[in-house]
């Protein structure tokens, strides 16, 4: 077995055995049944709260239900299932600079970028399998209880919050590599998405930003075509490999 | 053959300089104890010789070829244990071996059998519990399995016996003892019994600079040697070591004090004589067998190592 590949199996043992691994699965399993189910129970809770909110001077009126309430719960959610997944990954490496576990791995020989890359693969895999996970049981009960046929390209919309994650994820190991501590490495890869997010605000340059991948569901919607998206989809995947060879640069000099 | 060499090394940080233009070798298949007070840069000097830290000047050599900074050529000959080592808890002691022996490019058989071996060795054989339920005498000796796992013809082990009891610290010493024949071992340490108890070399880091470098029986002669110039700068007569009685009843010993003279009293049966010679030393076993008196023992006082560290330390302190 190749040097990289024993690391790298290592990582997904580490994560199956911390329990990292089933927390994340069971999270994106929850939000995944949330979704319809949020959707579904809305026309209950509004008849349940309908009298409270006459006392207060508003009317309900019949309001429709269908599969792109579910999806527009799905793009909500994903902000928060990504907190959730840089709170699990954050000490990806500064825990390790902390136990000092590196150190026998560098002095047997292991080059640095593969520890970088092993570990950029591992949240990789485990990002691309629970966001599809959610994305599949969503997309599923969808179809049993409503119809997904009638919206253009749900899995293309649902691509754009994932490579959006994938950039999060490189501004994670980017962070890492330079900062020693798990909440210095969350805080400031937040602060840049925060800062991203805040330029997309500006309009000459909204659709080149990776913030504008957090909420296609103008796509779904016949607002929105996938082109709109393309550059935005573009830029992300070229700046997560700028970030991720920027981070085995920096690694080596550590 | 010396298996590790470095020639004027220096290293800094920021304004403090840890290392000032030091040099020593280390040569194969002995045991070399590296001592200094905390904080003397031994640590430092070892990650200059992984290739952790990059130094400022000088060379470093291993197995006759240079050392670099970053990804090291040289580690292939080292096996490195680190002052607290830690593993990752959630893999038992064997996967760990497993995973070490992979990145060091191990054949798959090679690495079972080896970790057999060295898991006995260490006596962690059998243990299949993961490694986070581990004191740190058993992190230690996992340690050591793992820094032995590629044959290294090099151990470098930075305070292997700090914060064991003195059973874990023996169990390591004697580990360390039993493998000189397959390696060479460089071991840094504050304790300096340690040091006499397996090294056949020491070299003494102090300000940055050796301050001694050479055998134990060396280091003894240095102190008299040492004794000697204070005695001649303080116009002293010259003096031995002392010598030590040990008596069997007490009234034994009020007897012999009283016909040879007050020593120090160590303990109800015991007295010791300091700064005495070999010859006063003769004197007072005439005056025990002409007065009958039953001893158990008598002995000449050796300096002890942290009596000579504190005397070479003196010695070589740089003016501030």
Redesign the interface.
């Known amino acids: 077995?190749?040097?990289f590949?024993?690391?790298f199996c290592?990582e997904l043992?580490?994560l199956k055995?911390?329990g990292k691994l089933w927390i994340l699965i069971l999270i994106f399993v929850l939000f995944g049944i949330m979704n319809p189910a949020i959707a579904k129970l809305i026309p209950w809770m509004l008849e349940t709260f309908a009298d409270s909110f006459a006392e207060s001077g508003i009317t309900l009126t019949e309001m429709t239900v269908d599969a792109m309430t579910s999806w527009t719960q799905f793009y909500k959610n994903i902000p928060m299932a990504l907190i959730i997944f840089f709170l699990l990954f954050g000490n990806i490496m500064t825990g390790e600079y902390q136990?000092?576990?590196l150190?026998?791995?560098?002095?047997?020989?292991?080059?640095?970028r593969h520890i970088v890359t092993a570990k950029t693969l591992a949240m990789l895999l485990t990002w691309t399998g629970c966001y599809w996970l959610c994305y599949g049981i969503t997309y599923a009960y969808n179809s049993w209880f409503w119809d997904n046929s009638v919206y253009p390209h749900p899995a293309f919309a649902a691509l754009c919050p994932y490579v959006l994650g994938i950039w999060l994820l490189s501004l994670l190991m980017l962070m890492s590599t330079v900062f020693e501590t798990g909440s210095s490495v969350t805080v400031s890869a937040g602060v840049v998405f925060i800062a991203a997010y805040l330029l997309s605000m500006i309009p000459k340059i909204q659709d080149y930003l990776p913030a504008r991948l957090l909420n296609p569901a103008g796509i779904l919607q016949g607002i929105q075509k996938p082109e709109d998206y393309l550059a935005a989809l573009g830029i992300c995947l070229m700046l997560s490999l700028g970030n991720l060879m920027l981070s085995v640069i920096l690694f080596?000099k550590k | 053959m010396d298996m590790l060499t470095l020639s004027h090394v220096s290293k800094a940080f920021g304004k403090h300089q840890i290392l000032n233009d030091l040099s020593f070798s280390v040569p194969e298949h002995s045991i070399f104890g590296f001592i200094g007070q905390n904080g003397a840069g031994k640590t430092t000097t070892m990650k200059l010789v992984l290739g952790l830290l990059k130094n400022d000047s000088g060379q470093i050599l291993v197995n006759g070829e240079p050392v670099t900074y970053g990804q090291n050529c040289t580690n292939r000959y080292i096996g490195y244990l680190p002052d607290v080592p830690e593993f990752y808890g959630f893999l038992t002691p064997a996967e760990y071996l497993k995973l070490m022996g992979r990145i060091a490019k191990m054949p798959e058989a090679k690495i079972d059998a080896r970790s057999r071996r060295l898991l006995d060795l260490v006596g962690l054989g059998g243990v299949t519990k993961r490694i986070h339920g581990f004191s740190r005498g058993m992190k230690q000796r996992l340690g050591i399995a793992q820094a032995l796992l590629g044959h290294p013809r090099l151990l470098i082990c930075d305070e292997p016996t700090s914060a064991l009891d003195p059973a874990g610290r023996k169990e390591i010493l004697d580990i360390l003892s039993s493998i000189k024949e397959e390696t060479t071992v460089l071991f840094s340490t504050h304790i300096l019994s340690d040091v006499e108890r397996i090294c056949d070399e020491i070299a003494l880091l102090h300000q940055g600079r050796i301050a001694f470098h050479g055998t134990l029986e060396s280091l003894h002669h240095y102190r008299s040697d040492l004794a000697q110039e204070e005695c001649l700068e303080t116009s002293a007569p010259i003096g031995g070591t002392g010598f030590e009685i040990e008596f069997i009843r007490p009234e034994d010993t009020r007897l012999f004090a009283s016909c040879y003279g007050e020593g120090k009293p160590v303990s109800r049966t015991g007295l010791m004589y300091e700064g005495r010679t070999e010859k006063d030393m003769l004197d007072a076993i005439g005056l025990i067998a002409a007065r009958h008196i039953p001893i158990r023992k008598i002995e000449m006082c050796e300096p002890t190592l942290e009596h000579l560290f504190l005397k070479i330390t003196e010695k070589t302190d740089l003016p501030r």
């Not at chain 1, 150190?103 to 640095?112: C, Q, S």
Request: charged share 30%; glycine share 8%; hydrophobic share 30%.
């Open positions: 077995m190749k040097p590949t024993a690391f290592k043992t580490e055995r911390t136990k000092g576990t150190i026998p791995i560098l002095t047997k020989g292991l080059p640095r080596n």
